[in-house]
């Protein structure tokens, strides 16, 4: 019996599992010649070493049990009991499903979510899993490892980063990258390898100097080392800088691990003091955490020798959390009563940077179209993320190339259908403005307006799409009809707070339904031109319009004319 199992006293739940497990296996080989139970022992020491419960480890043990032996489900729950069956039987559903990368089977998907959005130990426990298959993914034909470095890139790497754990998330997709890109793999070793060294002598250079100053400010260090950018998030980062190294400032970062949050604070005030940060380099991930639940404090400074070098500053408790994610939240979480576990483990789901799961569980009930509902995966799950922030200081969770109208829709379909306008930073944008993240976002809203067809054309996600395409039906909307024609008004204005607002009211006094607003502002002069479209109306109504807009405090001058 392994070492790190005797840790359990004797006739423990692993270790009756680990002799069950090696007996179910006995006869079995990996494709590299092992005795199967060497695959077991490796998930479940993983598993361990993420300090989850005793059950979750024996789950591990068993995890193929039920798929590649005579044994049963109902065998597993009489032996090991309710908990580590229900386990085992997630695990043994998870590992029947293929994800080819055409047409995939929908209800292989809904398998999928629903298993770990009932228990999260589930998809940890298959993350332990995929990561040993990952690291003998050598011993497996071409085309199986092609097959698998995809899952891996596209389901596993991003679920494990959703779930907090990033250090998993960037080995899995490093794991994978030479599978799927070998000839851009091999080009980063060609070009990379070298500057890596160099830039890793520097910061084993530099560490005794950062030790030195933080301990003339009396600060106390955990830890401080360096880390070097994974090869998968380096190349995708060189993609944008067009493969200029000379751009990537965080090829090798130093780390900062100290006692408590006030000191992460202090000690990127000294690092400042010594050296002088690039100007928007810094990023607060402290006061203001991914929705994942990442949390550090990043600088990048011209340190020493001139040389530009990043800093990641956080407590123990955030290294840990970085490293294991949500496994280190339920270590925290656990205490001696197996029911109180679970009631812990459950309520994890509430937290707020994991209010995604949830989602994720509504978007597989609101999508009965198969399509729909592996478009709504691609876009809205799997692609790379930005993260905008409302006018409340909550962090909103968005695909690349989102919209103010995709920002709406994700708050609440009435905010989606009420939309006229949006706030970027505190400026007015277009509609089809594409979000950066960090970007403020506030979304000015009109009483009893309705969705225009023409957002369906820059809309990025199903949701926000299969809402439009919901209130324009309702609405007895033809979305073929080809008639674009609308009334444009022009209004020059007193700059003044509440003008916009003024304005969308009244057309909604009227119930005209505002289909595009944009404003301008010329400070020098302190006026502002709002250019408001609308969709035909009478006569009767545009001349009541431009009454109660001239009404307006603040209004100078008012123009028409229609449009198609």
Known sequence: MPKWLEIYNVASLPQKAYIFAEEAHKDAKRANGDPYITHCLTVAETVANWRLDESSIAAALLHDVVEDTKYTHKEIEKMFGQEVAFLVDGLTKLDTIQYPKKDPNIENLRKLI????KDLRVIIIKLADRLHNMQTLQYLPRERQQALAWETTEIYAPLAYRLGMQK???ELEDLAFPYLYPEEYEW?????????????????????????????????????????????????KLLRYDMQLDKIYDLVAMRIIVNTVEECYTVLGIIHQEWSPLPGRIKDYIARPKPN?????????????????????RTQE?????????????????IKSSKEHARNWLGV??????????????????????????????????????????????????????????????????VGNACVGAKINGKIVPLDYELQSGDLVEII?????????????????????????????????????KDESHIEFKIVNEDRPGYLKDITAAFGDLKINITHLTSTTDHRHKFSSVTAKCEPISKDRLERALVKIKKIPGTREISYKFNR
């Open 114 to 117: 629903v298993s770990f959005s």
């Open 445 to 481: 809203t009109q009483r009893g307006r309705k969705p225009s067809k023409d957002w369906l054309r820059f809309a990025k996600t199903s949701l926000a799409k299969k809402q439009i395409r919901s209130a324009l039906q309702d609405k007895d909307h033809n979305l073929d009809k």
């Open 188 to 236: 980063l070793i060609d070009n990379v390898t070298e500057l890596y060294e160099e830039r890793q002598a520097y910061g084993e250079k530099i560490k005794p100097t950062v030790a030195k100053l933080l301990e003339s400010h009396n600060i106390k260090t955990s830890q401080i080392d360096s880390r070097a950018k994974r090869y998968s998030s380096l190349y995708k």
């Open 318 to 334: 955030m290294h840990e959390e970085d490293e294991l994610g949500i496994a280190a939240h339920w270590a925290y979480q656990q």
């Open 293 to 313: 639940g990442y949390r550090s404090l990043h600088t990048t400074v011209f340190c020493t020798d001139h040389k530009i070098t990043e800093f990641q500053i």
């Open 168 to 170: 998993l998330s960037g």
């Open 349 to 414: 789901r509430s937290r707020r940077e994991l209010l995604w799961i949830e989602q994720l569980r509504n978007w597989q009930k609101a999508f009965t179209n198969q399509k729909d509902f592996i478009e709504s995966l691609k876009i809205d799950f799997f692609k790379d993320r930005i993260f905008v922030i409302t006018p409340h200081n909550d962090v909103v969770d968005l695909p690349t190339g989102a919209t103010p109208i995709d920002f709406a829709y994700q708050i609440h379909s009435d």
